[in-house]
């Protein structure tokens, strides 16, 4: 429908110079690109099929469900639905029969359901994108416990100082030359000043802590590590051509498990879930009475930078990140605002108490005016907040 179309609309172009910048300033990989595609693409995805269920669970007459926008690649016909699947992943799209203006009298249309049919039709996106979230964190809870997710290991290089001092994948780190590790930031801004000096480094593993004495190897910073592991606000900055210290490890978010019964990984997700949907709605009210909120508003290039850093980070961070985005999807796409679901619910419930439809073609104006408007909206975010962010970095 037009509300995630619209998202795509903003995220396929913009994005995908934003990823490709970003991966020159960044040093972007394939971990990377698997990550932006997959959490994007899955999340418009997951919206779309939630219009197209409920769409077919009532009766209406769906004319096209696609995976992916673009030329078809392939596509099949079944019970008056085309499927097809086309080459942009970063999008979805469902066309459901008697939305266009010169539908509206269509049998088996969307206007031939009752009020709460359209209502559930219209919600049925952002419902299927808190599902997704809520699936995301079932799986994350399942896959690696509920205990505390702290900064460690996430693999070992060989012939380096770590593995040679004994260092293993996944333990966690306790200190570094006597400081607490509290942030995974933390790892590297303390190993940086340390080559060729010993330090001591303190892990946890299986419950015992472990001190290892390294010394670290002098590793020459180049343009990209420069960007993606400074932290101004921390007062750690590398420049192009510093020296800093490393052992040989991909730091990383390890889990500490801890042991629990069957129902309470379900409730942990369902916990998590609800968490996450009132923060968004306590975000989207921030933006509207704390000026300062705006600044923390991320575009499409602001996505990418997430992406990419926490695809560095591993697969818990990525899980996080996911669950996030189809939170906010969801409650996004219930404002209020032209083109997007929320208005169009709006719009069906005002048509209810007047007991008459609206013009269509004056509503499908309507619509494209509000597309424009939030294309000039994420333009603008991305001029004054992602791109200074990211030359900042």
């Given at each position: 429908m037009s509300g995630t179309r619209a998202v795509a609309a903003l995220l396929v172009p913009v994005g995908a110079v934003a990823f490709f910048g970003q991966?020159?300033?960044?040093?972007?990989?394939?971990?990377?690109?698997?990550?932006?595609?997959?959490?994007?693409?899955?999340a418009l995805i997951f919206h779309e099929a939630g219009h197209f269920l409920i769409a077919k669970l009532l009766g209406i007459r769906v004319g096209v469900f696609s995976?992916?926008?673009?030329?078809?690649?392939?596509?099949?016909?079944?019970?008056?639905?085309?499927?097809?699947?086309?080459?942009?992943?970063?999008?979805?799209?469902?066309?459901?029969?008697?939305?266009?203006?010169?539908?509206?009298?269509?049998?088996?249309?969307?206007?031939s359901a009752p009020v709460t049919g359209r209502l559930a039709v219209l919600l049925g996106g952002s419902a299927m994108n808190i599902f997704l979230a809520f699936l995301i964190l079932l799986v994350?809870?399942?896959?690696?416990?509920?205990?505390?997710?702290?900064?460690?290991?996430?693999?070992?290089?060989?012939?380096?100082?770590?593995?040679?001092?004994?260092?293993?994948?996944?333990d966690v780190f306790v200190s570094v030359a006597g400081e607490k590790v509290e942030r995974l930031e933390d790892v590297i801004r303390l190993l940086a000043p340390r080559a060729g000096?010993?330090?001591?480094?303190?892990?946890?593993?299986?419950?015992?802590?472990?001190?290892f004495s390294i010394v670290p190897t002098a590793l020459r910073v180049d343009a990209a590590d420069a960007a993606r592991l400074s932290d101004p606000k921390a007062g750690f900055v590398l420049k192009e051509g510093d020296m800093r210290g490393v052992i040989g490890v991909r730091p990383?978010?390890?889990?500490?498990h801890i042991r629990a019964p069957a129902l309470a990984y379900p409730l942990r997700a369902l916990d998590q879930t609800q968490k996450l949907i009132w923060r968004?709605?306590?975000?989207?009210?921030?933006?509207?009475?704390?000026?300062?909120?705006?600044?923390?508003?991320?575009?499409?290039?602001?996505?990418?930078?997430?992406?990419?850093q926490s695809a560095e980070m591993g697969l818990l961070p990525v899980l996080e990140l996911a669950a996030v985005l189809n939170v906010w999807l969801a409650v996004f796409n219930l404002l209020p605002i032209p083109v997007l679901d929320g208005s169009r619910v709006w719009i069906t419930v005002i048509e209810a108490a007047r007991r008459r439809i609206f013009d269509k073609e004056r509503e499908a104006v309507f619509h494209f005016a509000g597309l424009v408007l939030l294309i000039l909206v994420v333009l603008l975010i991305t001029a004054a907040n992602d791109i200074p962010r990211l030359i900042r970095q």
């Open positions: 991966n020159i300033l960044a040093g972007g990989t394939a971990r990377t690109i698997a990550a932006f595609v997959l959490i994007i693409g899955f995976i992916g926008v673009g030329p078809k690649i392939f596509g099949f016909r079944r019970r008056g639905t085309e499927y097809r699947l086309c080459p942009i992943p970063l999008a979805a799209y469902v066309r459901i029969v008697g939305m266009a203006p010169e539908e509206i009298d269509e049998p088996e249309g969307f206007y994350y809870a399942c896959a690696f416990g509920l205990g505390e997710f702290r900064p460690g290991v996430l693999g070992v290089a060989p012939d380096m100082p770590a593995a040679r001092a004994g260092i293993k994948a996944n000096k010993r330090t001591e480094i303190v892990v946890e593993r299986g419950g015992k802590r472990l001190r990383g978010l390890v889990p500490t968004s709605v306590a975000a989207v009210v921030a933006l509207i009475y704390k000026p300062e909120a705006r600044q923390e508003l991320v575009g499409p290039v602001g996505i990418v930078q997430v992406t990419a």
